[in-house]
């Protein structure tokens, strides 16, 4: 109903602002938030989000005029990202790593044609499974052969698979992801499809050292979230070295897949980026050392920590090896003891980031 009464105009105001404050307060100052898929931006990088490009357009084919300052915001982006992946090629304007993915498929595959992604059974991203991009882009969803002892790919019977299904893309990556692949096992030498790397949950350990290089050991394509390990706002990235691959995804972005590219979000993720290229090392190193150790001591404790024969993890995750029923349940316990989990009780310990403060960290 138009023309609300000015107590009502009030309260709704109250309302919001309630629920935004409530939020702040938990999920910021009384939780200990161990969600592998979240990250602290740090205060200087989120108050770009609230500036004037929050309401700005921008597009390539310059059909919208006043953003001569907009683009070199979205050009140096891109400009730093390269240096810091060491790629020659980066694209900022996906805004989520689900759209990363979107981008990848839409980009690369027809109708009918054969991928293969991690199990979504074992953590694989559902999204590029059957019950997302699949169905909805009708292509033939494989999976990798996998060992949930190790949480990994079985690399020699990948090799095979991948030689006998002659997929059109092969994506490594998942969300659900404690220990690096084996890609150069994995891939055949005579592979003609693309190969690529979804980093979402360990780009910014792969920008710090820490964990593998996935252009360097021969995915065409490195694309993810910047809002888990790597500390940037949510949105996504998508890098390459490999020029013909690069340039078919880049061109069908605009005006085919995004549009408004959120400039506030780019400025934001600029800003991360410096970071990342000044604290990067140090804190993807630490980010590690504290999975670990977390991870000990949870087995000290009696709790099932999952691949304790191979050292835990190697990333910002700790798995636990409870059921799914169990999961669920411990969820909600944890909730209400103001620890935020989710129902794969898939841990992350990330290191809270202060422009440059790397002495801090999340749990104990």
Not at 29 to 52: G, V
Not at 147 to 154: A, H, L, Q, Y
Not at 196 to 208: E, F, P, Q, R, T
């Amino acid at each position: 109903m138009l023309d609300p009464s000015e107590q009502e105009i009030v309260d709704y105001v109250s309302k919001l602002k309630t629920s935004v404050a409530d939020h702040e307060k938990w999920r910021t100052r009384t939780t200990l938030n161990l969600l592998a898929a979240e990250n602290f931006s740090s205060p200087q990088a989120r108050s770009f989000l609230s500036s004037d490009l929050s309401n700005r357009y921008t597009a390539r084919d310059n059909f919208y005029r006043g953003t001569k300052y907009s683009q070199q915001v979205e050009d140096f982006a891109a400009e730093l990202a390269r240096r810091l992946f060491r790629a020659k090629y980066a694209d900022v304007r996906a805004l989520s790593g689900h759209m990363c993915s979107l981008i990848l498929f839409m980009s690369l595959l027809s109708s009918g044609d054969k991928v293969i992604t991690c199990p979504p059974k074992y953590g694989g991203y559902p999204g590029s499974s059957e019950e997302g991009l699949g169905s909805l882009l009708r292509l033939k969803n494989l999976y990798f052969p996998y060992d949930p002892k190790v949480m990994n790919i079985v690399a020699a019977e990948s090799r095979k698979f991948i030689t006998s299904e002659s997929p059109s893309l092969v994506v490594f990556g998942s969300s659900f992801i404690p220990f690096p692949y084996d890609i150069s096992s994995a891939l055949p030498r005579a592979f003609q499809g693309v190969t690529a790397y979804d980093g979402s949950h360990v780009m910014g350990l792969i920008a710090g050292g820490q964990f593998q290089s996935p252009l360097a050991e021969g995915c065409k394509i490195l694309m993810g979230s910047t809002h888990k390990t790597f500390f940037g706002p949510q949105g996504g990235i998508i890098l390459s070295n490999d020029e013909e691959v690069f340039s078919t995804i880049d061109s069908k972005i605009f005006p085919g897949i995004v549009d408004n590219i959120h400039l506030n979000r780019v400025a934001c993720l600029c800003y991360a980026l410096i970071e990342l290229l000044k604290f990067g090392r140090d804190y993807s190193t630490q980010v590690v050392r504290n999975s670990q150790a977390l991870a000990r001591t949870l087995d000290e404790l009696g709790i099932p920590v999952k691949c304790r024969s191979i050292g835990y993890t190697k990333s910002h995750q700790v798995l636990l090896g409870y059921g799914e029923k169990d999961a669920a349940r411990i969820a909600d316990l944890l909730e209400d003891h103001d620890v935020i989990a989710d129902t794969g009780i898939r841990h992350r310990h990330k290191m809270r980031h202060f422009g440059g403060d790397k002495t801090r960290n999340e749990g104990k």
